[in-house]
């Protein structure tokens, strides 16, 4: 279960925090903070994916630099406004389409470009405005999606686990095209239970007005770690008749747990590129293997 770090990951995973280190001192502290990420490598389970390391991640940020917890607020709150000044414009362009469905998801797994934390000052606003001109013509998994909506039709519980602030308004757009299609199914929106790069929190999904219940993992991790749910998200991961998954950090985390998940992407990395034969930015819709 999970998608362990392998030597590209935990290169790229060391590469991507000693340029941040670089950013906020001088090499002499940069090195000495990577010597301690690369003993948090060292000695992490091997079976472990890259989000486990986050919260020992920020601690180190921490230590070392005495950053905010809240890295990427400015980012976080820019992204909601985005979505928000755009969310009656999308919900209309869902609304339109020839099956909402698919044109909600097409529009939710865009918004998961707004990934501060694995693409950095590669996130450009004006992309996803011209992006979003063309999210209709995104092409999915024909059979995935047939599936996913067979499911929702005999299902009455879905769980929806989401993953950047910003992103979570496209989610909502998306849940509610759900909503009308499947009334008869129980909604669920599963947030981060901590301050956790840029991903969403409650706060985030009160900010877009999420107008389904909304709980929270249990815990600070980008991912969906099984083990270290909180009671409430494990409740919900049991009862579940459908788990919908939103971006890479719960991919790597849940991947291969048996459960009936889908999952919904932008492939944003070389690993993922490699694992699933897609260029970088292909979105991706697929079902958790049997």
């Known amino acids: 279960m999970s998608i362990p770090m392998d030597s590209g990951c935990m290169v790229c995973y060391l590469d991507r925090f000693t340029k941040m280190a670089r950013s906020l001192g001088d090499e002499e502290t940069a090195t000495a903070f990577a010597r301690e990420l690369m003993d948090l490598m060292v000695t992490m389970d091997p079976?472990?994916?890259s989000p486990t390391l986050g919260p020992e991640t920020?601690?180190?940020?921490?230590?070392?630099?005495?950053?905010?917890?809240?890295?990427y607020r400015a980012e976080k709150e820019r992204s909601n406004r985005f979505v928000l000044d755009r969310l009656d414009?999308?919900?209309?362009?869902?609304?339109?389409?020839?099956?909402?469905?698919?044109?909600?998801?097409?529009?939710?797994?865009?918004?998961?470009?707004?990934?501060?934390?694995?693409l950095g000052d590669q996130v450009k606003f004006e992309a996803l405005e011209q992006m979003l001109d063309?999210?209709?013509?995104?092409?999915?998994?024909?059979?995935?999606l047939a599936d996913f909506k067979a499911d929702l039709a005999r299902g009455r519980k879905l769980l929806y686990l989401t993953d950047n602030a910003g992103e979570i308004g496209f989610d909502r757009v998306f849940c509610e095209a759900l909503h009308r299609e499947f009334p008869?199914?129980?909604?669920?929106?599963?947030?981060?239970?901590?301050?956790?790069?840029?991903?969403?929190?409650?706060e985030d999904a009160a900010i877009v007005g999420m107008p389904f219940p909304v709980i929270d993992n249990g815990n600070d991790i980008a991912g969906t770690e099984l083990p270290r749910l909180g009671s409430e998200a494990r409740q919900a991961m049991e009862e579940a008749d459908v788990i919908l998954s939103k971006g890479m950090g719960n991919v790597e985390t849940l991947y291969g747990c048996g459960k009936n998940v889908y999952y919904a992407f932008l492939v944003k990395c070389a690993r993922f590129g490699r694992r699933f034969q897609?260029?970088?930015?292909?979105?991706?819709?697929?079902?958790?293997p049997k």
Do not use: W
């Open 47 to 49: 079976a472990a994916s």
């Open 58 to 71: 920020l601690a180190l940020l921490q230590k070392y630099y005495h950053v905010d917890q809240d890295l």
């Open 89 to 118: 414009a999308i919900r209309t362009r869902v609304d339109r389409a020839a099956d909402p469905v698919l044109a909600g998801l097409q529009c939710a797994i865009l918004g998961n470009y707004l990934d501060f934390s694995a």
């Open 134 to 144: 063309k999210a209709m013509e995104m092409d999915l998994d024909a059979q995935a």
């Open 184 to 202: 008869h199914v129980e909604i669920t929106v599963c947030v981060r239970g901590g301050i956790c790069q840029n991903d969403a929190t409650r």
């Open 278 to 288: 897609k260029p970088l930015m292909t979105p991706m819709f697929l079902r958790e």
